[in-house]
């Protein structure tokens, strides 16, 4: 059961909102304009994009997601937005070709670009699902360069802490093997030239760093796919319960109000 481990909570701090209002501002939307927000989860962006586009005729945002239960939790969060101008498709970024047929003027992939193997491929069908003028936009807070020098010592110390607090109270590990297969993730340069290797222009690609708060390593020690990353194999349960001891741990011993992140933001155009 994952239900209990969704990006609900993280997603309501404000520091997330920000980066991700930034985005959408960065791709100066037009009121009727036809946008996808790809890997909508549990709809946080798919309501800044309703936002943008609703008051102009023929709006509409296909919400394109692979788990139908955050789906269903995306579909409670905008039940007060009119049906007529989101659509939710249950798919993922790989398939985007046969999910969404007609051209439309932006898509957007925020938070969840490196959760996929095949980038190139997908990268291709979007560029191919635009309209000439259309533009691609994500965000990533997962990319080589994120963990800012002066926050490695928070983060080792996280780590560490949370892995002991597993092993002492509940007698488990993460699965080595799991855990050395894990990709590197792309550098800022590698997807400046994956857009610009598959016909891209890039126009807008800044680094924000975001101050995020012991609340917000909490929140994010409940989502699913944040555990299965770092403490792969392991049940839900305790690996968030490890992380988030560890965090407070470790923001109480260094004495932390809060440690930094960079999000990387891009925009491309199809040209
Ligand atoms: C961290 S959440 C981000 C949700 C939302 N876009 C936001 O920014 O708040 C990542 C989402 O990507 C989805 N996802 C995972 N793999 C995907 C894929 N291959 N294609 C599209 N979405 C995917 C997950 O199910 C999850 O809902």
Redesign the pocket.
């Known amino acids: 059961m994952t239900d209990n481990f969704t990006?609900e909570s993280f997603?309501q701090n404000p520091f997330?909102q920000e980066v991700?209002r930034r985005l959408v501002a960065l791709a100066r939307l037009r009121p009727g304009q036809r946008v996808v927000?790809?890997?909508?989860?549990?709809g946080?962006?798919t309501r800044l994009l309703v936002s943008e586009v609703a008051c102009g005729e023929n709006a509409e945002v296909i919400a394109?997601?692979?788990?139908q239960s955050?789906i269903e939790v995306a579909r409670r969060n905008l039940e007060n937005l009119s049906d007529a101008v989101v659509r939710f498709v249950q798919g993922?970024?790989?398939r985007f070709s046969q999910l969404v047929r007609k051209p439309v003027d932006a898509v957007f992939?925020?938070?969840?670009i490196h959760?996929?193997k095949e980038k190139a491929a997908v990268v291709q069908q979007v560029y191919g699902g635009l309209r000439e003028g259309g533009t691609f936009s994500f965000n990533t807070s997962f990319f080589q360069g994120a963990e800012p020098p002066e926050s490695l010592q928070f983060y080792r110390r996280w780590m560490m802490k949370a892995l002991r607090f597993l092993r002492e109270q509940h007698g488990l590990a993460p699965d080595k093997a799991m855990r050395a297969l894990a990709r590197q993730p792309l550098s800022r340069d590698d997807y400046v030239a994956l857009l610009e290797g598959n016909g891209f222009r890039v126009r807008e690609n800044e680094i924000v760093p975001v101050p995020m708060t012991l609340k917000g390593f909490e929140d994010i020690s409940q989502?699913s796919?944040f555990i299965e990353g770092a403490m792969p194999g392991v049940p839900f349960g305790p690996a968030s319960e490890a992380l988030k001891h560890g965090a407070r741990g470790a923001f109480q011993e260094l004495g932390l109000e809060t440690s930094p992140r960079n999000w990387l933001l891009v925009v491309a155009c199809k040209e």
Not at 37 to 42: E, K, N, P, S, V
Request: hydrophobic share 45%.
């Open positions: 990006l997603s997330y991700n927000d790809l890997g909508a989860g549990t946080a962006v394109v997601e692979p788990s955050a993922g970024a790989e992939f925020c938070n969840a959760l996929v989502y796919l």
